[in-house]
Each structure stands twice: as C-alpha cells, then as structure tokens.
C-alpha cells in the first residue's frame, strides 16, 4: 500500500532516511520497527490544520509549525566545553538538592545530571538493552499516534529520553528533576523530549518536567510523556514549560493508573509563542484518582492550549481538575476538558473547573467543556468563569491604604495562589513561586 | 475632624444623599441610624472614597484636608478607615499579607518603620488577642470562607492595626448574635482614644447599648431629619422610623407616579 505524503512532512521523512541509514540501523529491531510505523503515519497524516469540524484543534492553528520547517537535530551532541557553558543555565532552572536528568538539544548530557542510585533512572537510550522487556511493555504503547501527528513524530524519531523505574514499594527521597533545554546553537531546532516513567506497586516520586528554550529564535520542542502508575502508587507529576517567545511548544502526557493510585499534575505554562498541551489520565483500576491542576500565564500575542481528557474507565475512580489563566496582551488561551465515564463505571465522582483572568480587552479565552457519561451513578460538575480583576475587592485593598498598582500585583496574585498552595512539596512549590512572580511583573 | 457640608452624592445617576450636614470631633461617637435605602451605607462609602459613588456638590473636610479629592488609600493612609458591612472575600491573599501591605503602607506615608514579616507578626499577634480573634484566621485567605461573625471581627481586627483616627462602621452589629455582638462592641471601645473618633452607621439600636454614642443622627432619605443624645436611638428602638420617613417625605404615602 502507498500512501500520500503531506507535503509539510517530506523534510522530516527525508531526515528519518537518512538518521536510518546511519545510526539508527544498529538499534534494536522492534525500536526500528516502532519509528518506522509512526514515521509512516505521520507521512500521511501531516500536521493537524484548524479546519472545521476538527474539534481537537479548534482553537489553535498549527499551521505556523507545519510551514516552517524545523530540523532534527544531527546524532552528534554539543562539544563538552559548550555544555560546561550551559551549566549557570541549567542551575537557574533547578533546585540543587534534587535529583536530575538534562537534556541539551535532545542530547542527554551525563556531566550536567546526577541521578539518585535508589531507582533506575538513565537515559533511554542507554536502558534500550538492559530494561528491554519493561520498556517495550509500555514505550508508545499508551500514547497512540496512529491518528495523531505529533505523537507519531516524537516516537519516528525516539532515541534520547528520560527513563524511569521505581520498584515496588519503593520512593524518590527528593524530586526528579528532568530538563529538557533547547539552544539557540542553531536556528529551528526540532527537539523532541521523552519521558517514560514506571512507578511500581506502592512507591511514590515526585517528577518535575521543566522545558525551556532561548528567546529570540524560533524553534519547536515536541514532547511525550508516558507515566504508568501501578496499584496504589503516587506520582506528583509538575511540568513548567518556560520556553522562549519565538519557541512552540506540543506536549503529550499520558498517564494509566492502577488500583488505588493516585496521580497528581500541575501543569505551569509561562512561556512559548504557541503552545499546546494535552494531558490525558486513564483511571484504569478501581480506586484510582487524579488530581489535575494548571496555570498559565501570559501576555503579548502568546497562545497556550490546554487539552485535559480524563477517561474514567472503571468504577469508584475520581477525578479533581482545576485550571486558572491569567491573560495579558493579545494573549490567548484554550482549555478543552474533557471527562469519560465509561459504562459500568459506577460512583464516579469528577470535578472540573476552569477560571481566567483577564488583564486586558484584547485577551481572549476559549472553553470547552465536554462531558460523555455512559453510566448512570455518577457525580460530575464543571464551572468556568473569566473576568477582570474584581472591583470590590480592589476597592477593598485601597481602602486599608494599599495603592491601585500593589493591590492590582495583590489579587492578581492571589488569584494564582489557589494553584500554587496546592503544590505539596516546599522546595517545587518555592521554585514556582518565582517563576510565577517573576511571569507576573511581564504582564 | 470631620466636617460634611451640604453633601450630595449619586449612584449610577440616582441621587442618594441630598444635603448632608455633619461635624465630627475628636474623641466623639457618632452613629447613624437609619431604615434601609435611606443612604447610610452610601455615605460610609463615599466618605472612604469608593469608585461609582459620585459627588455631586457638598464637601468634605477631614482634619482640614479636601477629603473628596483624596484617593481611597490617601484617606486610609490619613488615618481614615471603613468597616465594610460586607467584607469582601479576597482569594489566594492571605490576612496577614493584606494586614501587613496595609500598616506598611500606612506607616510609610507617616514616616513610621515599616515592619518586615517576623516584626509585623509580632505587632498581629498583640492584636489578635486584644480583638480575640482566632491566630489561625491570619493564615487563612482574607475573609474566603468566614463566617459572619469571623468576618466582622476580622474588620475590627483590621481597624486595631491600622489604628485610624476616624473609623467608620458601617453595620458592625449585623448578623451577629447577642454574645458575639457583645464581644465585637468591646473591642471597638478597647480601641477608643480620647484623640479618635467613630462614626457607627447602624439600623438598630442595639449596639449602641453597649458604643454608646455622643451624637445620634436619624438619616432618611439622605438627610439626616433629627439630630440628638442617645436617647433618639431609643426613641427609634421604641417607635420605629415611620414617624421620620414621613417628616421626610410626605409625597411617601401617596403611591408613585409612574
């Protein structure tokens, strides 16, 4: 059978050859077999344009991806010296005490890492032989790409990644840091982030996903996340994306839960100048919860989207969502929600809620609330509200003789403090606390 | 300390107070009672300075000052302060950071120390016990899942740091019970001075038992029909304020013109 390329994807179908023939020839087989699928689908499939009826990407207009294009970065990773130079770079990004896996240009860099000796935590790369048949059971087995084009060309160009494995019963002391840095070295990098996380029976991390890239060039970073979260475990999952103003950012995070297990994300989004997120929560055991919570800020004419589709597969499952925008500028935000109660799946209880801030007229939001409930003993609610700065409690402030602009900076920040008390770990929690802060004097 | 002449002002266009007349000195309680519409809360707010309340003539002068041309947080920094009959719930802004944004700035514009965070908590937790409040409630977002009575105790607890010179409260008495309201008139007297005064807006007499006022002015329907000593309040308490709305505005009785 032959299929029809898109005309977008023939640059990218002509860097896959050519990685094929050198370099990825000497990987396992399946992994060649594996790229090679997804290669094929998104040969076919192109990049998702924003036509009608095409619900997913209603809202955001990826055609500026599909017409620039962005090259893969070559095998060869930066000189030694060049990623001594990013190292001031990386320390402003992190908390000293963590655990940590950097990725400079896709390139995992081993002299900037260090990594907890409790769990297995490597590249992926380097884990390809020695965790075959635990990586093989879950890599690109829960993130599908067959009909969705950035899946399908992350996992046509998988190598590099983060790989994570905790035993049963087992915990992360400290969060695991994974950096995921572009570089300006060259102009319209494609770097393409993959984390794969095996959290065993009864263990607990704490996974923190920073992405962040130079202001000033364009570039895309195009990133899978895949946490699987076997019975009665616990992830805390936060992921801050601080990309630069020319930078797009895709990113993909599925997670599957087992009995009992609970997954917990915070999701940041500050920079970018488009950027799209979907995140996806399979509770797949009875028991199983998830709590999903999100901010984004942002101004000038940045687009942030975010996807939450959380399928309720099996009964006594529940889920709490909660996403806040604060919007400056032209800025414009999406948020689609989209909660499952599968059939059978009885005494489900989900919670969704969306609420935005807008600092300008200019700034714009979309959501989309969705709903498919195939079972009849279930509890679900939704809320979404936006609006502009409060003027009663405004008044409020100034009445105890604080001035217009701090008691604007006050509830602005306050606003984003419902997101930010909910991080449980001190030391993440302070980390965004600055970025946050930090955002917020930009807007 | 105060002085209201002839104030008129507007809410969205319709006229609210029709000629105010009021002086207050130092040292003096003064309360305002009135039935609900008559203005009482709109005077509260346009004294403290509150957008969409427009003056429409009249004046006002407070400590020899033009206090209608003044920013709300100019006046709160002269030593102003309002007690909201409705205090606002302020998410994700904890007390003691309000509290704390407040004196600072209160401070600064009298050229006073502005307290870092460990002084400034020493200073809350002196007052927190004078108003008897919770400590937890200072770590808690300000008024955001308050009952009634936490939320009009934490307007007193406010005033006790501020330490203005002239407080207005409009309605501090409202929804509290007997021991409640009780313990709120108690500390507002703790926080008497012979230099500070009070202007207690209030629909019912009861609080007044226990703040006992130097001046009590009937207003209705922006005016204020009788001045008098306490004993108006009871007079109030015992006979209503029909008998007032009628002196008023005689035109009240006949149905309205369309």
Redesign the interface.
């Known amino acids: 059978m032959t299929t029809i390329a898109a005309p977008e994807a023939i640059p990218y179908l002509r860097s896959f050859e050519s990685l094929e023939q050198n370099g990825y020839g000497q990987h396992p087989d399946w992994l060649q077999a594996l790229r090679r699928d997804a290669m094929d689908a998104f040969t076919a499939l192109g990049f998702p344009t924003a036509r009608r009826g095409n619900e997913e990407w209603k809202y955001t207009d990826v055609g500026p991806i599909a017409r620039a294009s962005f090259r893969i970065p070559t095998q060869s990773c930066h000189s030694e010296s060049i990623e001594e130079s990013l190292a001031d770079r990386v320390d402003s990004l992190t908390d000293p005490n963590w655990h940590r896996l950097v990725f400079i240009d896709g390139c995992f860099t081993p002299h900037l890492s260090s990594l907890p000796n409790i769990a297995t935590v490597s590249n992926l790369a380097d884990s390809l032989d020695s965790h075959t048949p635990l990586i093989r059971q879950h890599l690109a087995r829960h993130t599908p790409y067959a009909s969705h084009a950035f899946t399908a060309l992350n996992t046509a160009f998988l190598h590099q990644g983060s790989f994570l494995h905790l035993p049963p019963e087992t915990s992360l002391d400290r969060p695991l840091h994974l950096i995921y840095l572009t570089t300006a070295a060259e102009t319209h990098t494609l770097s393409q982030p993959r984390t794969l996380a095996v959290i065993g029976r009864g263990s607990k991390a704490t996974i923190v996903e920073t992405y962040a890239g130079p202001d000033d060039t364009p570039y895309l970073s195009n990133a899978i996340s895949e946490l699987i979260i076997k019975e009665n475990a616990s992830l805390d999952y936060y992921r801050l994306q601080q990309h630069g103003d020319e930078g797009y950012h895709v990113g993909t995070t599925q997670a599957v839960l087992g009995d009992g297990a609970h997954f917990s994300s915070t999701t940041l989004d500050l920079g970018g100048a488009l950027v799209r997120n979907n995140l996806n929560a399979l509770l797949d055991a009875p028991e199983s919860s998830c709590t999903l919570n999100g901010l984004y800020l942002a101004g000038e004419t940045q687009k942030i989207d975010n996807q939450v589709i959380i399928d309720h597969a099996k009964p006594h499952t529940n889920s709490r969502e909660l996403y806040k925008g604060i919007l400056g500028g032209r800025a414009r935000a999406a948020f689609h929600g989209s909660i499952t109660v599968r059939k059978n799946a009885q005494k489900v209880d989900a919670k969704q809620e969306d609420k935005n801030l807008l600092l300008s007229d200019k700034a714009q939001v979309n959501v989309k609330p969705a709903f498919w409930i195939y079972a009849d003993d279930v509890k679900c609610g939704h809320g979404a509200a936006s609006g502009q700065i409060?003027?009663?409690?405004l008044?409020?402030?100034?009445?105890?003789?604080?001035?217009?602009e701090?008691?604007h900076r006050?509830?602005v920040?306050?606003?984003?403090?419902?997101i930010i008390?909910t991080v449980g770990c001190p030391s993440v929690k302070s980390l965004i606390n600055n970025l946050v802060k930090t955002k917020l004097t930009e807007l | 300390m105060l002085e209201i002449r002839n104030l008129h002002a507007s809410v969205n266009d319709t006229p609210i107070l029709r000629g105010i007349n009021l002086t207050i000195q130092p040292g003096e309680v003064h309360a305002v009672m009135g039935p609900n519409g008559s203005g009482k809360s709109t005077l509260a707010f346009v004294l403290?300075?509150?957008?969409?309340y427009e003056v429409t003539s009249g004046s006002a002068l407070y400590q020899g000052q033009d206090l209608l041309e003044m920013?709300?947080?100019d006046?709160?920094?002269a030593g102003l302060?309002?007690s909201?009959q409705h205090?606002?719930e302020?998410?994700?802004?904890r007390l003691d950071?309000?509290?704390r944004?407040?004196?600072n700035?209160?401070s600064k514009?009298r050229g006073l120390e502005e307290l870092d965070p460990l002084k400034f908590d020493r200073l809350l937790r002196r007052r927190v016990k004078t108003v008897n409040v919770d400590p937890q409630m200072t770590r808690r977002?300000v008024n955001e899942g308050f009952s009634g009575g936490e939320k009009k105790r934490n307007e007193v607890l406010?005033m006790a740091v501020?330490e203005p010179a002239l407080a207005i409260l409009d309605e501090p008495d409202s929804g509290l019970d007997v021991d409640a309201l009780r313990s709120v008139a108690q500390s507002i007297n703790d926080l008497r001075t012979p230099e500070n005064a009070l202007l207690l807006v209030t629909h019912y007499q009861r609080i007044l038992n226990y703040v006992v006022p130097d001046r009590v002015h009937v207003l209705v329907n922006g005016r204020i029909v009788k001045s008098g000593g306490k004993d108006l309040a009871l007079d109030i308490e015992a006979n209503g304020y029909d008998g007032y709305e009628e002196a008023a505005n005689p035109t009240l009785a006949q149905p309205a013109s369309p």
Do not use: K
Not at chain 1, 413 to 418: D, H, I
């Open positions: 409060d003027e009663n409690s008044f409020y402030l100034r009445s105890r003789g604080i001035d217009h701090q008691a006050l509830l920040r306050g606003f984003a403090n419902e008390e | 403290a300075g509150r957008p969409g920013m709300p947080e006046r709160a920094r302060f309002l909201f205090p606002v302020v998410p994700g802004v950071q309000f509290l944004a407040g004196f700035a209160v514009s977002s406010q501020l």
